[in-house]
């Protein structure tokens, strides 16, 4: 979509699209610390550093277009500090839960490539600067076959959202005009299931699992 007034009004443009390509990207390192409070319950505070990644197409399937054929690209990246927590709570002798939140305080920034507008410089059309936040919340179940594998199932929700920033035009003649950024959301959901592989090591003469 795109507005002729501030603040999202007088709307100019609207446009729904679907795409076959794309990718989106994840990474979470962080730095946990296991607290037991009692035999069947614990809590892990986290500390860390995030980074996502969007790469997204606006395009166009009609081959007839030749040179005016829609490729305009927007790529996205959230990334900042991560705090969080998580609970381990044993069910009976091989089961645990584990739910889970987490708190994302990031920079968003998003660069787009506009190709059928002459006016804008090309790859960089315009760019977009924001602060903003993820908090996800997650909840896996899992289960101990025995030494050497464990069984889990999972899922997880996120949402991301920034507030108002800026968004700067990069236009052919080297004018670069600065105007607001009204800001971005995101959802996230996913299901997860899948086996753990467990590797025995001797130590001390007693077999362990490394996972």
Not at 60 to 74: C, I, P, Q, V, W
Not at 180 to 196: E, P, S, T, V
Request: hydrophobic letters at 35%; proline letters at 3%; glycine letters at 12%.
């Amino acid at each position: 979509m795109d507005y002729q007034g501030d603040n999202r009004t007088s709307r100019s443009y609207y446009g729904a699209f679907d795409s076959n390509k794309g990718n989106s990207v994840g990474w979470r390192t962080t730095l946990d610390y296991k607290i037991d409070l009692t035999p069947s319950l614990a809590i892990i505070p986290s500390l860390g550093y995030v980074l996502h990644t969007q790469s997204l197409f606006l395009l166009s399937d009609d081959a007839s277009l030749g040179s005016n054929k829609l490729r305009s690209t927007y790529a996205t990246n959230f990334k900042g500090g991560t705090l969080g927590v998580r609970a381990i709570i044993a069910v009976g002798g091989r089961g645990a839960i584990e739910p889970s939140l987490l708190y994302d305080q990031v920079k968003f920034r998003g660069k787009a490539d506009w190709n059928l507008i002459p006016t804008f410089s090309h790859p960089l059309s315009f760019e977009d600067d924001a602060n903003g936040y993820n908090l996800e919340g997650g909840l896996k179940g899992s289960y101990t076959g025995n030494k050497f594998f464990d069984l889990f199932l999972s899922a997880n929700y996120l949402y991301g959202n920034t507030g108002k920033g800026t968004d700067r035009l990069y236009l052919t003649n080297g004018v670069q005009p600065l105007t607001q950024f009204n800001g971005a959301r995101r959802h996230f959901w996913g299901i997860r299931a899948g086996l753990k592989w467990n590797i025995p090591c001797i130590k001390n003469g007693q077999s362990q699992k490394v996972k």
